[in-house]
């Protein structure tokens, strides 16, 4: 059994307060931002000679100056929620991506994971916590209390209103808030009741040895694979390319499912070489590492292949309204926007290619936390353009962002490390224990 030491339990309340606190500092900071600051800022932004909206409903209804005034305002005061947005979605997928990557486990038979299984079960133990989060992000919204989603303003769906948007009217039928409300609902539950009874299962598993019970968890595991597969291709939409949503991208659900894909891996790794590194878990090893590694390597490349894929088509073609969407991050998010390929693709690529190094635990150690700090910098670029626009570089939104990651962090520790100390860690009931336990790479 895992002893969730007093220790490590303090670190994680830490970060938990640590992030509220710069979080909230950052929030009345923000909120002290008046209408004459906000104009000196848009006038900043102009005189840099940037004028490429980083959102294409900008280009939709008047345009003059009391409506940019209007739309900058929304802009800077989305800093707290879209801030908090883009973390709580990140990691709320890599929980649901690790149980992904356990079922497929279970549904191919695989024997060599079941060392770490109750590894990936502990992780899913966030799901609900991490929800919860997502869900309180959307009450905000659709009460109007956030403005992240431009396609929620009933205005712009009135063909009555000077704001209305013909693209946005159209895509209402899936685009409305109940639709969407109950979406996100069954997103959280339907993800967190698998976590739970995929993790009960398993113990249900140990405690009876039948096969019968085993079969159960593949029957569950394949029901996961299916929930998972059309959820986070609609959470994509929902949570992340609805925010600018007059831009559409084939592409777009694979990049992102796969960025916490390839960041559910480097969690499981880390996770799993701390309980190694402590005495734990001495039975993973360096095969059990090794692919481990090669997950991480062969998801973060394909990650790099969607990306490109999808950036590579829509730049070739030039299609005002989604060529759009890559000039606003070249021009308002040039820091941010390329330089994001250095961590999730060619640190990996230069590093991890051995077959070698991928039996180091260092190395891959600290690989694990350069993929997680690149996808996390990726779902940044995804929901700060549509949503802060150019008003980022600005110590709110840094005192925002970092409180966020140390909040969400601090939780996905606490849920994760309480859950693990309720599991034993070897499942003594699988089938496919011993195959683990001596599972050795050929090469």
Known sequence: MYSFSPKLRLVSIILLVAGLVLFGVGYFMNHAIDDTKIEHMMEAVNASGH?????????????????????????????????????????????????????????????WPVIISRVME????????????????????????????????????????????????????????????????????????????LRAQSKKVDVTKSPREYQYLYRWSIGYIAFFSLASASWAWDWLMSIDSHW?????????????????????????VYLKKNGFLPQFNDNHLH????????????????????????????????????????????????????????????????????????VVTAMAFVVIFGHLWDYFNMV??????????????????LGSILFISGLFMLTTLMTLAKLKLIPEGNPFLKESKIFEYPF
Request: aromatic content about 18%; proline content about 6%; overall charge negative.
């Open 122 to 197: 502990a992780i899913g133990g966030f799901i609900p916590w991490g929800g919860a989060v997502v869900l309180i992000i959307m009450v905000l919204n659709v009460t109007h209390n956030g403005h992240l989603f431009h396609w929620m303003d009933p205005n712009v769906i009135n063909p009555d209103h000077e704001d209305f948007d013909v693209i946005l009217y159209e895509k209402s039928k899936f685009l409305n808030i109940p639709f969407y409300v109950f979406r996100n609902i069954l997103y959280v539950v339907g993800a967190s009741f698998f976590a739970w009874k």
């Open 248 to 272: 559409y991208s084939t592409m777009y659900i694979w990049y992102s499912m796969v960025s916490c894909l390839a960041s559910a891996i480097a969690v499981v790794i880390i996770l799993s």
């Open 51 to 111: 004028n490429n909206p980083t959102h294409s409903s900008q280009l939709v209804g008047p345009q003059d100056h009391e409506a940019h005034l209007k739309h900058a305002k929304h802009q800077v005061h989305n800093q707290p929620l879209a801030s908090l947005h883009f973390v709580s979605v990140f990691f709320f997928g890599v929980a649901c991506a690790v149980m992904f990557f356990y079922s497929i486990q279970h549904a191919a038979h695989a024997g």
């Open 384 to 401: 700060m353009p549509g949503t802060v626009g150019p008003y980022w570089r600005t110590p709110e939104v840094l005192l925002l962002t």
């Open 291 to 362: 692919d481990l590694a090669k997950y991480l390597f062969a998801s973060s490349m394909l990650w790099t292949y969607t990306w490109f894929a999808q950036f590579m088509l829509y730049w070739y073609a030039n299609v005002p309204e989604e060529a759009n969407y890559f000039f606003g991050r070249f021009e308002h998010y040039e820091e941010s926007f390329l330089p994001m390929l250095i961590p999730n693709f060619l640190i990996p690529l230069l590093v991890m290619v051995s077959s070698s190094i991928k039996r180091n635990y260092k």
